[in-house]
Nanobody
């Protein structure tokens, strides 16, 4: 059983920054691609960013390109999402996901999920 624990969410003003972390345990972290998704109330869970097992390949949703950066530290079994220039529309619960053997952009392609961390951006 893989466990993913997100942290780093909170309240921030528009234009500010947050860094989310997701710590994984239960199996070899470095073998799998990781993703970040978000879900706002009443909306479908949407893809944010993904990173390959090596960390050498990343992919971002158009809505966050140039503002968010995904990275990973396999020695720490942790994936990060650096969020800069935050906008009110970034407000959502953010989830990390693990289990894809390649970069994937849909929830169905991931096996394990964290509990989510709330990000609220005020205007």
């Amino acid at each position: 059983q893989v466990q993913l624990v997100e942290s780093g969410g909170g309240l921030v003003q528009a234009g500010g920054s947050l860094r989310l972390s997701c710590a994984a345990s239960g199996r070899t972290f470095s073998f799998y691609a990781m993703g970040w998704f978000r879900q706002a109330p009443g909306k479908e869970r949407e893809f944010v960013a993904a990173i390959s097992w090596s960390g050498g390949n990343t992919y971002y949703a158009d809505s966050v390109k140039g503002r968010f950066t995904i990275s990973r530290d396999n020695a720490k079994n942790t994936v990060y999402l650096q969020m800069n220039s935050l906008k009110p529309e970034d407000t959502a619960v953010y989830y990390c996901a693990e289990g894809s053997l390649k970069i994937a952009t849909t929830p169905a392609e991931y096996e394990y999920w964290g509990q989510g961390t709330q990000v609220t951006v005020s205007s």
